[in-house]
């Protein structure tokens, strides 16, 4: 069954304040619930109580402090109905029974590791007790947490601690108090023996608070740089948005066992441990980058999600989009700008563009869904961020600032839409957004075709624009902001054209034209600078053009997507059958590799982090998406290796020089910041191209940096490299990583997900061998989405084998996941997302392994609806 935006209505009951008693027991854990309930004046006056409940034993019920009759109410394990509850105000007290170790769904109260956790978002906390377990029903929260004080020494709630002492019998309890009303998915507790690093910090408003990292006995010394995060967060937040923290604790917890990446709990946010630990020897660069943006976007939920919270499910972009925006800021100035911004977009169009090219395409606000949890996709998170960022360019910093501000004031303690965010901005500025809100609703990625014309003798040049949006051809056009400027031979050229203001021009007609004046030369455009709205650009260009602005742009994410775009050609011309002999580089990669060795002469020493996403081609993903239909991936794993070895023998010893200038200097002790982090990136970018020119000398260098690796990005790269050459020197390497790490989950994940990524026949034995491995877990998620997550979303040529061998590895994997983690399960099946795209064959293959996968019954609600959705459109 659907649930749809439309039937929206205000609930007929409200509850002020929630009691909560839990007793933490392995398997009986008993939580009473007093909950103070009223009608709501918005709602029906003669209404049932209705409360949600999922997998619930109702063990007592009572009202207004009396035992309730039987045969007043109704109890099932997913709903609790009082059938004529009292017309005043009126208190509930219900106590269930719940196990928190079968619960392997991991929502709700269970315990990874021996640590009892929760996780309520979207609606979990109906595994806790019954609730009107919806975003707009608002509490204030007390809730006592008593657990064997043995097994669960420390206990931590939402909000402050007000209370903590001995409860007879080796039990001990503590008391949290939450002042601020929040919706049931922001609750949690958790209970366990857990070490823990904190640091004090004062707010702005000169509040103290004690922030503090809680992590698995032993691992303290890992979790400094997301304390630390922590703190530049709340500082961030102050200064960038005047958001203050508002209680006295912050804590974070790290467990094991976690569905997505974190949760931001009020005060007590729940992180997934891949995003919190971290030590020079088993984090690499990349993984200190997700800490920190991880632990930010959490925090910065306290506003954007928490203080300001959803009225329904449908606004999940209000929260998710938004903060997305703000943590991706906050990284921005935290790092390079340029270099953020061109990852921000690699994701986007790896994750989100491919989604909405397919059946699984949504709005950033969905109109209706079956299960809300497979609605926390990149389309409402990335694509949502993307919205928050276009109406900034829109409306400028300034009033975007000031919109902000009103949005928080006027929204604060409220449970809003994404209407009530909109209206802020209108009111800020007196524009009307009514237009750039169908950016909400459209799904699809928009297309932006263009034409230039230069008119030497009136010292012109016309610009030509056309949007359309396959499936809403009839439909009113979107607002799309087009940063753009005009580069000559030496240069940006200053020209007038008054349709652009601040380097933007807003295109909201179906098709427009600009002309500059002044142009005493045939300028080449940049269009889109700094990925300003989320469409593909079409323009038919010259290599020469846009290595112009590979040379000579301002625009930092223009110049990259320069040498992306003449990468992609070339790469897609070589998968044509007619494509030139692999020997023979053709004049046009060679001017794209001179193109390259210039840019790196100039550039490298001074910016490696931006020289190495130069050196970065399209994924074979990139290039499945961009041909768009009767994708064969094995031509294009092919075609794009050749253009890799192309590049690698075209710079040469260059390519040497680099490796060797960005080791790192001895005797410097590690450091995760954004320029080491750069110059290691570009190491191994030099680092995979000598191998792909050379596989001996390449596999050579690879293995003593292998051997000599310092970091574990050193050390993981060489290991990349490696896999990419098959022989003993690669089992070795491989076999030494995995005894060194045998006992680091996390770093055993790196290895399975880089075994499970190796482009080979021979992956598909490999992968079903490490399914048997002792560190290897099908109920753990880490562990599922490093072997079996990457080989569905990462290797193409495997996962999309023309035998069929690995949708029937998957689809296997899939069915056995889905019977003790369905949200797991489904997030894994939305891998065969894009079969459509595939050749005929293969989509033959898909289609019978979904078939079988269908016909068998059995599924979950998660799984049934990625599945139905999978199949039926588009
Ligand atoms: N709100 C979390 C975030 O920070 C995501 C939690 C989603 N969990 C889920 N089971 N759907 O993005
Ligand atoms: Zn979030």
Redesign the pocket.
């Known amino acids: 069954t659907l649930i749809r935006l439309e039937d929206y209505r205000p609930s007929d009951h409200l509850i002020d304040t929630v009691e909560l008693d839990v007793r933490l027991h392995p398997r009986e854990t008993r939580i009473v619930a007093t909950l103070a309930l009223r009608p709501n004046p918005d709602g029906r006056s003669d209404a049932p109580l209705l409360l949600d409940g999922d997998d619930l034993t109702l063990t007592r019920l009572s009202l207004d402090g009396e035992i309730l009759d039987p045969a007043a109410y109704s109890a099932t394990a997913s709903a609790l109905t009082v059938h004529e509850p009292p017309r005043q105000p009126f208190t509930l007290t219900i106590e269930t029974r719940v196990d928190p170790t079968a619960n392997t769904k991991l929502m709700g109260l269970y315990r990874s590791s021996g640590v009892y956790c929760t996780q309520c978002e979207a609606d979990g906390f109906r595994r806790i007790t019954y609730f009107l377990d919806r975003p707009d029903v608002m509490s204030v929260y007390t809730t006592r947490i008593e657990a064997d004080a043995d097994e669960a020494p420390v206990l931590l709630g939402n909000g402050n601690l007000t209370e903590a002492g001995p409860a007879g019998q080796g039990r001990h309890y503590a008391i949290w108090h939450d002042p601020h009303p929040k919706p049931a998915y922001l609750f949690a507790l958790v209970g366990g023996r857990l070490d823990r690093v904190s640091r004090p910090f004062t707010t702005m408003e000169g509040r103290p608070a004690s922030l503090a990292v809680y992590v698995e006995p032993g691992k303290s010394d890992r979790a400094a740089y997301a304390l630390d995060a922590i703190a530049r967060s709340m500082t961030w937040d102050e200064e960038a948005f005047g958001r203050a923290y508002d209680l006295d604790v912050f804590n974070v917890v790290a467990v094991s066992d976690f569905n997505m ?4 709990n009020k005060g007590l946010n729940i992180f997934n441990d891949k995003y919190v630990l971290a030590s020079p020897d088993t984090a690499t660069d990349a993984d200190y980058a997700a800490i920190e943006r991880i632990i930010a ?2 925090y910065f ?1 306290n506003w954007s ?1 928490n203080r300001v919270t959803c009225r329904d499910w449908f606004q999940l972009c209000l ?2 989009g938004l ?2 925006f703000r943590d991706q800021e906050f990284s921005s100035d935290m790092r390079s700008r340029a270099v953020h911004r061109i990852g921000e977009v690699r994701t986007l169009r790896a994750r989100q563009f491919p989604e909405d090219a397919g059946p699984l395409a949504h709005p950033v606000r969905p109109r209706a869904y079956a299960e809300i949890n497979n609605f926390y996709t990149a389309t409402v ?1 990335e694509k949502g961020a993307e919205i928050v960022r276009m109406l900034r360019s829109l409306i400028g910093a300034a009033a975007f600032r000031a919109g902000m501000d009103r949005y928080f004031a006027d929204n604060d303690g409220r449970a809003a839409t994404v209407e009530d965010f909109l209206a802020a901005f209108s009111a800020e500025t007196g524009r009307d957004l009514s237009d750039f809100a169908r950016w909400y609703e459209r799904p699809g990625t928009p297309v932006v075709s263009v034409e230039g014309d230069y008119d030497a003798a009136a010292r012109t040049y016309c610009l030509r624009f056309r949007q359309r949006l396959a499936g809403a051809e009839d439909s009113p056009p979107l607002v799309i902001p087009i940063a753009l400027g005009l580069v000559g031979e030496g240069g940006p050229i200053a020209a007038a054209c008054e349709r652009v203001g601040e380097g933007v021009f807003v295109l909201d007609r179906a098709c427009d034209e600009i002309v500059f004046s002044g142009v005493d030369e045939r300028p080449v455009p940049s269009l889109l600078r700094g990925f300003s709205a989320p469409v593909r650009i079409e323009m038919a260009s010259s290599d020469a053009d846009r290595l112009r602005l590979l040379a000579r742009d301002t625009d930092s994410f223009n110049r990259w997507q320069a040498a992306q775009s003449v990468a992609m050609r070339l790469i897609v011309e070589r998968t044509r059958a007619d494509a030139p002999p692999a020997e023979d580089a053709g004049p046009d990669a060679r001017a794209f590799v001179e193109a390259l060795a210039t840019f790196l002469d100039a550039e490298a020493l001074s910016d490696p982090a931006f020289a190495a996403l130069v050196l970065g081609l399209p994924s074979e993903g990139d290039v499945a998406n961009e041909i768009g239909g009767d994708v064969d991936p094995d031509a294009i794993h092919r075609a794009r290796r050749t253009l890799r070895r192309q590049i690698g023998q075209g710079l040469g010893r260059r390519l040497d020089s680099l490796h060797a200038a960005m080791t790192d200097a001895t005797g410097v002790a590690f450091s995760p910041d954004a320029a080491s982090a750069g110059r290691r990136a570009l190491r191994n970018a030099a680092l995979d191209l000598i191998a792909a020119a050379d596989e001996v000398r390449g596999g050579e260098l690879a293995a003593t940096q292998f051997a000599e690796a310092a970091t574990m990005t050193d050390r993981l790269a060489a290991l990349s490299t490696l896999a990419a050459i098959p022989g003993e020197a690669r089992e070795a390497a491989l076999h030494a990583f995995g005894v060194r790490y045998a006992d680091e989950p996390l770093v055993l994940d790196k290895w399975f997900a880089l075994q499970a990524m190796i482009p080979e026949d021979g992956t598909i034995s490999r992968v079903a061998a490490l399914q048997g491995h002792p560190a290897f877990a099908i109920t753990n998620p880490n562990r599922v989405r490093a072997l079996l997550g990457t080989f569905a979303m990462a290797n193409p040529t495997q996962f999309a084998r023309p035998d069929g061998a690995g949708f029937r590895l998957m689809a296997d994997a899939i069915r056995t996941i889905d019977g003790t983690n369905p949200q797991l399960a489904a997030r894994l099946l939305t891998a065969f997302g894009s079969w459509k795209m595939l050749e005929s064959g293969r989509r033959t293959q898909a289609t019978v392994t979904l078939g079988e996968f269908a016909s068998a019954g059995g599924l979950s609600r998660d799984v049934a609806d990625i599945l139905g959705r999978t199949l039926e459109n588009g």
């Open positions: 990446g974190a949760m931001e976007h959490e939920h999600g929260k998710e903060t997305v998170y």
